[in-house]
Nanobody, 112 residues
């Protein structure tokens, strides 16, 4: 069964950090690009970051210099390190593979 399971979200103060994890199962992880998306209340889901099978990365302008996407192919896991968090980063974060259904997501709330 192909599955993506996100974890690591929570409540953090502005300027703080979180690291999200996404464990993949049931697919050939190392061959696939992986992405992180987010969806804030009342807004469309948006692409945050992508990492190719070779490790090349791309970021939304709104998170460049603050977020880092990485992957560990031995663990079938993709990460999103989020630093200097802002209230506007508050959203449900989802990881994405073209060959897997959406997971449940993990809630990130940035608030004082």
């Amino acid at each position: 069964q192909v599955q993506l399971v996100e974890s690591g979200g929570g409540l953090v103060q502005p300027g703080g950090s979180l690291r999200l994890s996404c464990a993949a199962s049931g697919l050939i992880f190392s061959n696939n690009p992986m992405s992180w998306y987010r969806q804030a209340p009342g807004k469309q889901r948006e692409l945050v970051a992508t990492i190719t099978s070779r490790g090349n990365t791309n970021y939304a302008d709104s998170v460049k210099g603050r977020f880092t996407i990485s992957r560990d192919n031995a663990k079938n896991t993709v990460y999103l390190q989020m630093n200097s968090l802002k209230p506007e980063d508050t959203a449900v974060y989802y990881c994405y593979s073209p060959f897997a259904p959406w997971g449940q997501g993990t809630q990130v709330t940035v608030s004082s």
